[in-house]
């Protein structure tokens, strides 16, 4: 099955799930994609104090070319509680998909975690210590929502959009709201 027929797949079954979760828990999951957007932003903020930007445009963007699997059920989720139309990704372009003639195709608030946290050595070079601080707090606290994302929806989502599906697609699990029979039996005993 290629990536793309996993992509359609993956967003199928994550909008079907979205709708039917009751209301309290869609109520607790858009609370939770706003605080997550929130932190994205003010992440983005610290990047642009350093003109973070620039410094990507001039490396053409090396360290995204492992970013297939970054897009997670999380960052989907955003787009579907901010009624965002999504971009189209282009697996066979061999480099990130997600990167178009204009760079990135997800405003910052959008992007994966991997994609918003992760600062290179010349970006790291142009920020103070203290604005570093103020970055790896945040980058903190994003970690936090998505693990909190994670137990309220009982699945595992970091692990990117396209290995969900392939889960999905094996029996192992739901696209959001896994029951334990979809539990590997370690994590089973574990609860």
């Known amino acids: 099955m290629t990536d793309d027929e996993k992509w359609r797949i993956g967003l199928a079954a994550v909008v ?40 990507c445009a001039q490396c053409g963007g ?3 070319r492992a970013g297939r699997y970054h897009f997670t059920v ?16 282009s697996f066979d372009s061999g480099a990130c998909p997600f990167i178009g003639g204009a760079g990135c195709l997800m405003e910052p608030q959008f992007r994966p975690y991997n994609c918003v946290t992760f600062v290179c050595d010349r970006v790291e070079l142009e920020m103070a210590p203290d604005p570093r601080q103020d970055f790896n707090s945040l980058c903190d606290r994003l970690l936090t929502c998505y ?20 889960r999905y697609l094996d029996g192992k699990a739901a696209m959001l709201d896994a029951v334990d ?3 590997p039996p370690r994590e089973l005993e574990e609860k």
């Open 147 to 166: 693990l909190e994302m994670e137990a309220l929806l009982a699945n595992r989502f970091r692990s990117g959009l396209l290995i969900n599906c392939e």
């Open 16 to 55: 079907e799930e979205f709708a039917a979760l009751d209301e309290a828990r869609r109520s607790a999951v858009v609370a939770l994609v706003h605080q997550i957007m929130a932190v994205k932003g003010e992440i983005a903020a610290c990047f642009s104090l350093v003109d973070g930007a620039a410094v």
């Open 74 to 89: 999380i960052d989907l989720l955003a787009y579907l509680v901010a009624q965002q139309e999504l971009f189209t990704p």
């Open 181 to 183: 029979r979809f539990l």
């Open 62 to 64: 090396e360290c995204c």
